[in-house]
């Protein structure tokens, strides 16, 4: 083959092998609309693609500011000085410190290599410890002076920074006024990314009862930007080896409000390897650069995706603010029997009979836990019980507050049952926090007192069955109540009496039979049977060929 | 060379998982004094961690540092929950109260709704089809949520049709709870042998 | 002073709670800083109640020692435990042989953490083997309808999670149903099954009803309905 034919083939490989790889569909029907969720600092773009984009398709989105966002960023004459003043006190304070640090790191080390080698060489032991003594001696200087320079640093963190990062302000506006300097540069928004990874606009329905579907746009691809990447240009300003700061190597910038971006699209292709040359070959290749138009992001007051969340929320408020009101008229509300309960009087009977006290357990979850207020609320009517029956009532805690309030309850139990007297503060007392000691002393207590009754109610952890166990081991008539839906299963096997879920908030109710309470569980059905309704008519209309996944719509939540 | 704090730690560590099991047997006077030295210590654990992770960070530092001092406006709640110890004065305690209890209540509702609540619902809104199998599975769970609610209802006397329904209810709750009770007995067991493994380990000095 | 002591509180509950609520919906920095700056305002506040934590032990046991109870002399034990972690937690210098003070790495606190407290949790936590087995013997002597079955499907799960079970399902002969081969016995299917069917299915009726409950908590609350939590007396 003659020089200009072997030539010839080289360039024709060259251009039809990378070329033809490039070929990427192209966006089109692009629209850019703001985020209807978000505090302002971000743009949605939606477009539809020519074709199922393969694994190898990328895109990255890059965005060009005009001088509005440098302005946002611009450092007035006062953070200006404050944030100078605050560097120059650094490099004051921390400049001889720096060096220090530095030889004591380098004599550690030393100390650190002289040891292991002793170690190594098999030295006297006596040696071994005085090289060891050594070390732990350099170790501290070096730790005491890397703590000096921390507590500098972070002083100076405390003064620069002013509602916001004085320093990352400062580094943003360089940053940006490179950029617009240099005939307005494209800034990189988001990062490279495999188009099929994007979302669709069918997979987020934003908007309350509206199905993406319906509207025929479940195919668009739906994506998000939010920040920008600024990367340190490492120039003077920003040279922090007098300071000994960390430098950013790059930080994305959330988008700002009100302030308009354009927006410019790329995609890339996969080349395959190119055979005459390796080395340049493979990976992803620019495509096309399209560009988007402009694009303003704006804070909304109200975050859209949540409707359905506010409608459900207020919805079952209403129904059960509305049966309690209704309660406060018609007081004698019926309510269904609940096995556990009917118990307590007979529990409580029995430890006054036996001679032994009556434990009683808020669960291990804190006060704001709904259900240790479930378990405080049934406390107060147990003590009342109690007072009655002139048993001694133990209560261990697990949180302090608990504890307080516990008192509190307790007493006033005793007060309303006509014997303040009987009231022990002392017996209702704080155990600790850790959740395997408080089982331990909780077990140690029962195995101890031999209280005949147990009550287990509130939210419980793995520890429930060593405490449902023990208290079985000693023969004791347990109650429990919770709605940890895991400990269940335990409570049913070791006690007598389980509340399951909903039966431990309906206790006080029903112990106490004040009306507010009983209309409140009045409207706690009402609402169950409504969701029953919407399962139930979610089904006919599947059967019947209807739209049900409006429901389905309806409560998904975003 | 392994330090000598960790080896006299690691016996002292084997001799009070010994304490501990010893629990399993009866009540013995080692597993008291193991439970009480372990109340001791995991109080101070807890009032350090407290003090350390967030009174320093969160006031004194705040304070010192930041010259924050909106701070001081829970800082005295909190002594008002301290103040429950005086008689005269325990009414203040429902200040913080208020704040702690009212604002988690606040805080949680719309929680529960869109994390708790809805995705159950959403759950059950399933379509009935993929063959024969699903639809008798998806008409189970039907079944099953509509009588386990049923059995939930407190202001219906559970007698006739509603008291068949509760039935079937509860009986759907019981092999729920044995699904989830056999499920955790197997995961429990090796744990047990994690533990035995460490005491094995450390008397052959590994 | 009556409005201080009752109506006062329950706004504060009120306000609280609907700022808390509406903030929820809001999508800004102004409602973000105010979740956090709640969430840490809360962290303080009970975190200042520790004290009263503390007040309650010390007491217990001095009245324990006092009053010469059955097993007071484990209370000093106690007492010195609590005192020693203080003490390294507080004391503002490094213990001898100890690299760090407080409670960093290396430092007596965190030595004390590591070879007490860590194995004492870790074996309690693992004692509850022992106690599933006799809670599982307890299982076994059901005595109703409901045990009955609470029994048959925990055994079913019990022995579809171990080797045996699938040597048992291989071992039944097969058969064919909706154009599949199904084992008669078949420990993984029914396990499969178990948890997703009945067992999804029921604990989702449990749990609507008991987020339900917790929604009508929190409105009690909000709306100053619920108050036990406030205490008391005057």
């Known amino acids: ?558 | 060379m392994i330090p000598v704090g960790e080896v006299i730690g690691t016996w002292i560590a084997v001799g009070l998982t010994l304490m501990m099991f010893s629990f399993i047997y009866k009540d013995n006077p080692a597993f008291k004094f193991g439970e009480h030295l372990y109340l001791g210590i995991s109080v101070g654990y807890y009032v350090n961690i407290q003090y350390w992770s967030t009174i320093y960070p969160l006031v004194f530092q705040q304070m010192q540092q930041n010259h924050n001092y909106w701070v001081l406006i829970p800082t005295l709640l909190g002594i008002f929950i301290l103040l429950r110890i005086i008689p005269s004065l325990s009414w203040l305690s429902r200040m913080s109260f208020a704040l702690y209890i009212g604002g988690f209540a606040g805080y949680s509702l719309p929680l529960i709704v869109h994390s708790l609540l809805l995705p159950q619902l959403s759950q059950t809104l399933q379509p009935y089809g993929g063959g024969v199998g699903p639809v008798i599975n998806q008409i189970i769970i039907l079944l099953a949520v509509f009588s386990t609610l049923i059995y939930f209802f407190f202001s219906l006397e559970h007698r006739k049709t509603v008291g068949v329904i509760s039935r079937v209810g509860i009986v759907f709750i019981m092999v729920s709870f044995g699904a989830s009770f056999g499920y955790t007995v197997m995961a429990r067991i090796s744990l047990l042998i994690g533990r035995f493994q460490f005491i094995i380990d450390s008397f052959r000095g590994q | ?234």
Not at chain 1, 137 to 145: E, S, T
Not at chain 1, 151 to 161: G, H, I, S, V
Not at chain 1, 237 to 265: C, H, K, W
């Open chain 3, 1 to 234: 002073m009556i409005f201080l002591k009752r109506q006062l509180p329950i706004i504060i509950a009120f306000v609280a709670g609907i700022m808390m609520w509406i903030r929820y919906y809001i999508p800004s920095e102004v409602s973000t800083n105010l979740e956090d700056g709640y969430l840490e305002w809360v962290r303080i506040i009970v975190g200042f109640a520790a004290i009263l934590g503390i007040l309650s032990l010390l007491q217990h046991h001095m009245l324990k020692i006092r009053m010469k109870r059955p097993g007071f002399a484990f209370s000093y034990v106690t007492i010195a435990a609590f005192a020693l972690m203080m003490f390294a937690g507080f004391a503002p210098f490094n213990f001898p042989g100890f690299a760090e003070k407080n409670m960093e790495t290396g430092s007596l606190f965190n030595w004390l953490y590591e070879f007490t407290f860590i194995p004492m949790q870790a074996t309690m936590f693992s004692v509850l083997a022992f106690f599933i087995a006799s809670a599982a013997f307890r299982a076994f002597r059901a005595r109703s309808m409901e045990a009955t079955l609470l029994l048959v499907a925990a055994i079913i799960m019990m022995v579809g999670r171990v080797p045996i079970g699938d040597l048992i399902s291989n071992a039944t002969p097969t058969f064919m149903m909706f154009g599949n081969e199904y084992h008669f016995i078949d420990f993984e299917e029914w396990t499969g099954w178990l948890l997703n069917v009945p067992n999804a299915a029921a604990k989702r009726g449990i749990l609507l009803g008991v987020y339900l409950s917790q929604i009508a908590i929190s409105i009690r609350i909000i709306f100053g309905i619920e108050r036990t939590y406030m205490g008391g007396g005057d």
């Open chain 1, 1 to 558: 083959m003659g020089m200009g034919k072997r030539l010839l083939a080289c360039m024709a490989l060259l251009l039809l092998l990378p070329l033809h790889a490039y070929a990427v569909p192209a966006p089109a029907d692009v629209e850019l609309s703001d985020v209807a969720n978000d505090e302002g600092n971000a743009v949605a773009i939606s477009w539809d693609w020519d074709g199922s984009p393969t694994e190898a398709d990328q895109f990255s989105v890059e965005l060009r500011v005009n001088d509005q966002l440098l302005k946002h960023f611009e450092l007035s004459q006062q953070e200006m000085q404050t944030l100078t003043d605050a560097r120059n006190w650094l490099s004051g304070e921390v400049g001889t410190l720096l060096d220090q640090r530095s030889s004591a790191k380098a004599e550690m080390d030393q100390a650190q290599s002289d040891l292991d080698q002793s170690i190594i060489d098999k030295l006297p032991g006596s040696e071994v410890a005085g090289l060891r003594r050594t070390y732990w001696q350099k170790y501290r200087v070096f730790r005491r002076l890397d703590k000096q320079i921390a507590a500098l640093q972070a002083k100076f963190a405390a003064r620069t920074y002013k509602g916001e990062d004085l320093r990352l302000k400062a580094l943003t506006w360089e940053f940006l006024n490179e950029a617009m300097r240099n005939g307005g540069e494209w800034i990189s928004a988001a990062a490279m990314a495999p188009m099929a990874s994007v979302g669709t606009k069918g997979a987020r329905t934003d908007l309350f009862g509206v199905n993406a579907a319906r509207r025929n746009d479940a195919g668009r691809l739906y994506f998000t930007v939010d920040s920008i990447s600024v990367p340190n240009p490492g120039t003077a300003a920003s040279d922090d080896s007098s300071t000994g700061l960390e430098q950013f190597a790059s930080i994305p910038i959330n988008l700002v409000p009100d302030i308009e971006y354009q927006l410019r699209m790329s995609t890339y292709g996969a080349a395959e390897s190119n055979p005459m040359d390796p080395a340049a070959g493979g990976g992803p290749q620019l495509a096309e650069q399209i560009s988007l138009g402009t694009v303003t992001p704006r804070g909304n007051a109200f975050d859209k995706s949540k409707t359905n969340n506010l409608v459900f929320a207020l919805l079952f408020s209403m129904i059960i603010l509305a049966f309690i009101i209704l309660a406060r008229r018609n007081p004698n509300m019926f309510i269904r029997r609940i096995a556990g309960l009917e118990a307590v009087d007979e529990a409580i009977g029995r430890a006054t009979e036996m001679g032994k006290p009556v434990m009683y357990l808020t669960g291990l979850q804190s006060l704001s836990e709904l259900s240790t207020l479930a378990a405080i609320n049934i406390l107060g009517r147990v003590a009342g019980k109690i007072a009655d029956y002139e048993s001694d009532l133990i209560v261990p805690n697990r949180d302090p507050v608990v504890q307080t309030v516990a008192q509190e309850v307790v007493k006033e139990g005793y007060a309303t049952a006509g014997r303040p007297d009987a009231y022990r503060e002392d017996n209702i007392f704080f155990l600790t926090d850790d959740q395997f000691s408080f089982t331990a002393a909780t077990c140690g207590i029962m195995m101890r007192d031999k209280p005949a009754a147990i009550f287990l109610m509130g939210y419980y952890y793995a520890e429930s069955l060593l405490l449902a166990e023990t208290g079985a081991a000693t023969g004791a008539i347990q109650i429990a109540g919770t709605d940890a839906e895991h400990q269940l299963p335990f409570f049913i096997v070791t006690c007598d009496y389980t509340l399951i879920g909903e039966e431990l908030y309906a206790a006080s109710a029903y112990l106490s039979r004040e009306p507010m309470l009983l209309g409140s569980l009045k409207g706690q059905d009402i609402a169950k049977a409504l969701m029953m309704a919407i399962i139930l008519l979610q089904a006919i209309l599947f059967i019947f060929n209807g739209e049900w996944k409006f429901f389905k719509d309806m409560v998904t939540p975003l």
